[in-house]
């Protein structure tokens, strides 16, 4: 193909993806970044302040520089390493990578953590690995996009069940498992649209019925925020060491970056051979995890922040009810506009209220629910969720 040929084909498909993006636009659809700028429990957009409450800062830890100034000062020089330089295979294992690993392990009561550089990499690193031809995935309908993407790389096949259904999982285990080697029940243990939690002692009860069910468990909107010492709802509901696959993200509460997975030594040693997206990456910074250490064993004290955030969320929930807040059981409280231009136009208002939200529209979600997914952070006041309650119910 002559050089002049393949330029006119680009320009044919670029052609293409302008039309594409004229029909997000014409159905209200098309998304963009938006350049605001940060201070810290606010968001500045050129002209007015508006209370973020599209973060997921969930404990207010991020927006608290006091914070930052006490990490650096017990960080030595010597840990300000800003770059691990390679992957961990290589030369990217640092001191502060097994500390972080070790303090997870010790904080789970479980054998061993291994640390990804995102929830996104856990995600899409772990049922490759370990879902294979012979296994069968089960996902809940409205697991985060990264386990979607986990189960298309994975060579194993997949089903996925009715949200929160555990009566259509109990009878598609009942039907399926003897056929293969190793059923993987794959779920969030809160949901990030609706913000409902998941019983996970129900799926614990399932899996102590059959010997070959492995249960991987999300928890990227619990971590710090639920359970007495903030572990998540796995220790909220007192069944941490039924769950084989535990996931968690650091970029959530923890307001610093990565992710985790509490398994046993042997998955461990496994996927440190087999998981991509650990073995073809650079590792975090030693600093970056020397700041997710530091905050990550504060996590207990900060109990009075999750009682808050937590009291918070029923007053938001409790006055949206019908309106979506009786899906949320957490303080993520989705309020449901239906059409995606009407939610876009209800979020414009709330942000000239002081408010900023933003609207979620398909494919996040399904099509005729587009909604205003608040998300609330300890930082927030009664006060204020009083007046947002005022702005979105006049
Ligand atoms: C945010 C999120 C992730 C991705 O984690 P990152 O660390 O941001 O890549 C994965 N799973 C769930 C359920 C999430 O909400």
Redesign the pocket.
């Known amino acids: 193909m002559s050089s002049a040929e393949d330029c006119s084909t680009l320009s044919r498909n670029a052609m293409d993806y302008k039309t594409k993006l004229s029909a997000l636009s014409a159905s209200g659809n098309l998304r963009h970044i938006s350049s605001v700028r940060h201070d810290g429990r606010w968001i500045w957009d050129g002209t007015h302040r508006m209370l973020n409450l599209s973060s997921n800062d969930y404990l207010g830890l991020a927006s608290e520089p006091a914070l930052v100034s006490e990490f650096l000062d017990t960080c030595p020089q010597s840990s300000r390493i800003f770059s691990s330089s390679s992957s961990r295979l290589l030369t990217g294992n640092f001191e502060a990578t097994e500390e972080l690993e070790d303090l997870l392990a010790r904080a789970y009561c479980r054998p061993a953590a291994l640390l990804f550089n995102?929830?996104?990499h856990a995600?899409t690193g772990i049922l490759p690995a370990l879902a294979e031809k012979d296994c069968l995935i089960l996902a809940d309908k409205l697991v985060?996009a990264?386990i979607i993407d986990g189960m298309k790389l994975s060579p194993a096949p997949f089903l996925r069940f009715r949200h929160q259904d555990m009566e259509q999982l109990e009878r598609i285990v009942a039907k399926e498992s003897q056929k293969y080697r190793l059923v993987f029940i794959v779920v969030?243990s809160i949901y990030?649209m609706d913000g409902d939690v998941t019983d996970l002692r129900r799926l614990s009860a399932l899996r102590k019925r059959y010997k070959n069910i492995c249960l991987y468990v999300?928890e990227?909107?619990a971590i710090g925020v639920r359970g007495p010492s903030g572990l998540g709802i796995a220790e909220e509901q007192g069944v941490i060491s039924d769950i084989d696959l535990l996931v968690g993200?650091f970029?959530?509460a923890l307001s610093s970056i990565g992710?985790y997975l509490v398994c046993s030594q042997e998955i461990r040693e496994y996927l440190v051979n087999i998981s991509r997206p650990l073995i073809f990456s650079t590792a975090l910074p030693p600093v970056q995890l020397a700041w997710t250490t530091f905050l990550f064993r504060r996590l207990p004290q900060w109990q009075a922040r999750r009682e808050h955030l937590s009291r918070i969320s029923s007053q938001l929930a409790d006055a949206l009810r019908g309106f979506g807040g009786e899906r949320s059981a957490s303080h993520i409280v989705p309020f449901i506009v239906g059409e995606s231009s009407a939610c876009q136009l209800r979020a414009e208002i709330l942000q000239r209220h002081g408010f900023y939200c933003l609207p979620v529209r398909p494919p996040t979600v399904p099509r005729g629910t587009s909604r205003i997914r608040f998300s609330l952070t300890a930082s927030v006041q009664e006060c204020e969720v009083e007046a947002l309650i005022d702005a979105l119910l006049r």
Do not use: P, Q, W
């Open positions: 995102s929830g996104y995600n985060h990264s969030e990030s999300d990227a909107h993200t970029g959530k992710a």
